[in-house]
């Protein structure tokens, strides 16, 4: 039997690949609790998602908390470095990636993988004004928890 995929990859936009990404990383949060995988999948569909906005000169989710962010040290004393507000938000990705801080163990909350999930949903969004039914799904999940 032989197996035409191989012989005959199928050719993909970053887009494409971004959301199919993005669907895996719904069903591996939701149907098999595999949160290490789901938020590595999600980060770089939202990396890629993020890129693809930018390309066309729109804002990604991420940019947008980090505004909402800046502007929220107007207020305060405090100046609110952009950089160290990314790292925070994407270190339980960078951290599974690359290994950044070096770290032999690490927790890893839920909770992280919703919220890039969440950025990575919100940047399709802008892009195609949809969601796939498995973002659908996720985004029924949150809100009946």
Do not use: C
């Amino acid at each position: 039997m032989e197996q035409s995929y191989l012989r005959h990859p199928k050719i993909y936009t970053k887009q494409e690949i971004a959301e199919r990404q993005l669907d895996r990383a719904v069903i591996l949060l939701l149907d098999e609790k595999d949160v290490v995988s789901a938020i590595t999948l999600a980060g770089a569909a939202e990396e890629i998602l993020s890129r693809i906005l930018a390309k066309q000169n729109k804002t990604s989710a991420l940019t947008d908390i980090v505004d909402e962010y800046k502007s929220l040290g107007k207020y305060t004393d405090q100046k609110l470095e952009e950089r160290d507000f990314i790292r925070t938000m994407n270190f339980f990705r960078n951290e599974m990636k690359h290994h950044d801080i070096g770290l032999d163990e690490i927790p890893i909350p839920a909770e992280a993988a919703y919220e890039i999930i969440n950025r990575a949903a919100e940047n399709v969004w802008r892009l195609t004004g949809k969601y796939s039914q498995q973002v659908q799904r996720f985004n029924s999940q949150i809100s009946e928890a």
